[in-house]
Each structure stands twice: as structure tokens, then as C-alpha cells.
């Protein structure tokens, strides 16, 4: 009969929008149940864990543009489907409904209420903007930061006391808990971005321009960092981590870096300064090792792309090659052997290629860079280490 085939075919179309949208609804569901689980251990790199005034301004800033941002998409959501449902032609040629043209009121109204959401957003964010701004101008140290291809160059400036601290490091960066820190950030060669998610947003670093940000970490601990602009081949492996050390240990370690000559290296000393070993020879135009004769390399802004890290307290370092591989002799002799074939494209392969060190002197490099530490052990070491997804290198 006619009249059961009609409701037979309203009832499948309906059926089947139901089953779509309940599909759509447990997708996203099972998504964000995934997302969720044990955030802060698992995923330093998230924003949902802010530990600086900073980070938590832009966390809350996105959280209101989170929940407006829902209740516009289930207004829009529901209306949708109301009219899909309520309008929808069936096979039996219902009259079609009737075709309006313009309608004031719907027009203002759907022209003012966005406009009033947006002012919502827009004022928050422009206050925010301002806010981090002025936080840039004046902190308690200063910090400059060189992007390179790929790793990051860490000059310290001025602290609060007004003292030149000098240090100079790379992919590792101390600061001392509840101060405030103005990170300068430059380049020489392409475009980077300078990102903490726990602790800041993120800052573009662009040659010939330095951009400024402030970043005061309210909890000791590590705070893993990375660029976020795509600079090039190993633009995924330029990562950093800032650690946050108690003010006092955080003047040790500046301390242990400045007296670096009274380390606990090779006995071998020409004046104030130790000697490196000779194999150290072929990466002296790169590297610069504080408190020895290893301090011809250029550093800084003027210094050409083939410039590597400074080395003072390499021991003392958790990673290697921009937080690519965790700092232990099995991947520093890997590293050594070919770094080319662990990093693609870096600059020490163009001087290192297999063959290029004997395993006789990758060991003694390796057994060199290993006293490069201070005699009474690390500052910082109470702050434990997590390394988080670094890359295992066979053993060769
Ligand atoms: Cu530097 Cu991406």
C-alpha cells in the first residue's frame, strides 16, 4: 500500500542520519579518550600542561575559544540537521517547501551575534598580546638564542644582579626557577621557531630580525622545546629543553661552566688551559671546549653555518645532536663513526664520513668528551631526566 511504503522510506532515511551522526559522535569520543590518557608523563610536548604565567594565559586564552567555539558548532550542528531532516525531499513528490528570499531580522541577527563572539575572543587575545610584550622588555636574564641547521646556540647575557654570566652551550638551556627570562632570539641562515609548549608560545626566530619573549618557569624541572617552523632537511630534529634549576643550582652550574678548567680532564695543562687530545684536532675549527686550548671556533651571529656546539661539560649533557639521541657512549661512538647517517645533511658529515676516524681514536674521543664534566658531578642532577622519544641507534 502506498501509504506504508511512504512511512517505510522516511523511517530509512532517518535511520540512516542517526547512524551517521551517532558514527561521527563515538569517532570523536574514542579520539579524545585516546588524547587523554596519561598526558603530563607521556607528551612533554603538550600545551594542556602549562607551568609559567605565560603558557597558562595563552592555555586559558584557548580554552575560551575552545568552549565558544563548541556551542557555535552545536547551534550550527543542530540546525543543520533539523532542516536536513525537517525539509528533506521523499521519493513521493511532496510539494516543495516554500523558497524564501532574504529576511531581515535572520540577517542582522546572524551578523551581530558573531560579531559580539568575536569581540569576545578578540579582547582577551589583544590584552594577552600586550601582556607578553611588556613581559619582554624587561626580565632578570637575558638569554640569546642562534638558531642554526639544526641545533640551537645558547648565549647568556646579563642576570639580575647586572653580572655578565658569559656562558656559552647548546640545545640545553638552564634558567632559574621563578625568574623571569628574556629569550633574544636570532638567526643567521632560515626561518625557525623557538617553542616550549609548557611554557611559552611559539616565537619566530628570523635573520636580520631578533624577536624577544619572557618565559618564568614557576616548577623546577625539564621543559622540552622544539622548532616549529620547517627549516630544512632535520627540521624535526631540532629539538632543545629548558631546565628549570633551583637559583642556587643554577648559579652552580653557571659557576661549574665558567671554571671549567678545573675539571676533571686530561692532566696535560699548557698555563690556565688543558690540552685537548690531538684527535681532537679535526674538530677544533667547529668546537669550542671552555678551559682548554679548543677556542678557535667562531660562535654567534657572525659565525659562519659550519660552527657545532660549544662542548664545555659535554658530560653533563643528557642528549646528542639536538635531542635526537640520548648522550651515552654506545650512540656518541655511533655518532662519531657516521654522523651523517644518524642525522642526514648535518654539517659535521660533510667532515666525518665513515673511515674518517679510526675506532683507536672514536675511542679516545669518546673517553676525552666523557671527563668534560665537573669533578663533584653535574649541577642540575637532582632534576630527573627524561628523555623522550630519541632514536635507538644499532649497535655497530
Ligand atoms: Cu629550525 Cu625548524
Known amino acids: 500500500m502506498e501509504w506504508r511504503r511512504r512511512v517505510r522510506e522516511r523511517r530509512t532515511g532517518l535511520w540512516r542520519t542517526l547512524t551517521l551522526l551517532s558514527l561521527g559522535v563515538a569517532t570523536t569520543l574514542l579520539l579524545a579518550a585516546c588524547g587523554g590518557v596519561g598526558l603530563e608523563e607521556s607528551r612533554p610536548y603538550t600545551t594542556t600542561t602549562p607551568e609559567s604565567p605565560t603558557a597558562r594565559d595563552i592555555q586559558g586564552l584557548y580554552k575560551l575559544v575552545f568552549w565558544m567555539a563548541l556551542v557555535v ?3 550550527v550542528q543542530t540546525a543543520i540537521v533539523y532542516t536536513a531532516l525537517r525539509f528533506r525531499r521523499t521519493s513521493h513528490g511532496a510539494d516543495r517547501p516554500a523558497q524564501i528570499h532574504g529576511n531581515k531580522r535572520l540577517e542582522i541577527l546572524w551578523t551581530v551575534i558573531p560579531a559580539i ?3 569576545v575572543i578578540l579582547i582577551p587575545s589583544i590584552t594577552t598580546m600586550y601582556d607578553f610584550d611588556a613581559a619582554a622588555e624587561e626580565g632578570d636574564l637575558v638569554v640569546d638564542i642562534y638558531a642554526r ?6 648565549h647568556y647575557g646579563k642576570d639580575a644582579r647586572g653580572d655578565e654570566l658569559g656562558v656559552i652551550t647548546g640545545n640545553e638551556i638552564h634558567i632559574p626557577v621563578g625568574q623571569d627570562v628574556i629569550f633574544r632570539l636570532h638567526s643567521n641562515n632560515v626561518i625557525h621557531s623557538f617553542w616550549v609548549p609548557q611554557l611559552s608560545g611559539k616565537t619566530d626566530v628570523i635573520p636580520g630580525h631578533i624577536n624577544e619573549m619572557s618565559i618564568t618557569a614557576t616548577e623546577p624541572g625539564e621543559y622540552y622545546g622544539e622548532c616549529a617552523e620547517f627549516c630544512g632537511a632535520q627540521h624535526a ?3 632543545f629543553k629548558i ?3 633551583p637559583v642556587d643550582e643554577f648559579y652552580t652550574w653557571v659557576n661549574q661552566w665558567r671554571t671549567a678548567t678545573t675539571m676533571a680532564g686530561p692532566a696535560a695543562t699548557s698555563g690556565e688551559l688543558s690540552r685537548v687530545p690531538d684527535t681532537f684536532g679535526l674538530c677544533l675549527a667547529c668546537h669550542q671546549i671552555n678551559g682548554t686550548n679548543a677556542n678557535v671556533a667562531p660562535v654567534g651571529i657572525e659565525s659562519p653555518p659550519t660552527s657545532g656546539p660549544n662542548l664545555t661539560l659535554f658530560a653533563c649533557r643528557e642528549t646528542l ?8 657512549e654506545e650512540n656518541l661512538r655511533a655518532w662519531l663513526r657516521d654522523p651523517g647517517a644518524i642525522k642526514e645533511g648535518n654539517w659535521m658529515a660533510t667532515v666525518i664520513q665513515p673511515g674518517t676516524l679510526s675506532e683507536e681514536q672514536i675511542d679516545e674521543l669518546v673517553e676525552y668528551l666523557y671527563t668534560l664534566r665537573p669533578a663533584e658531578g653535574c ?4 632534576v630527573p631526566a627524561v628523555v623522550p622519544d630519541t632514536v635507538a641507534i644499532p649497535a655497530a
Open 73 to 75: 558548532f552545536l547551534v
Open 117 to 119: 563572539v568575536l569581540l
Open 149 to 154: 641547521q639544526w641545533w640551537w646556540e645558547i
Open 237 to 239: 630534529w631540532m629539538r
Open 243 to 245: 631546565v628549570a634549576d
Open 321 to 328: 645532536a639536538a635531542g635526537l639521541l640520548v648522550n651515552n
Open 379 to 382: 649541577a642540575g642532577d637532582a
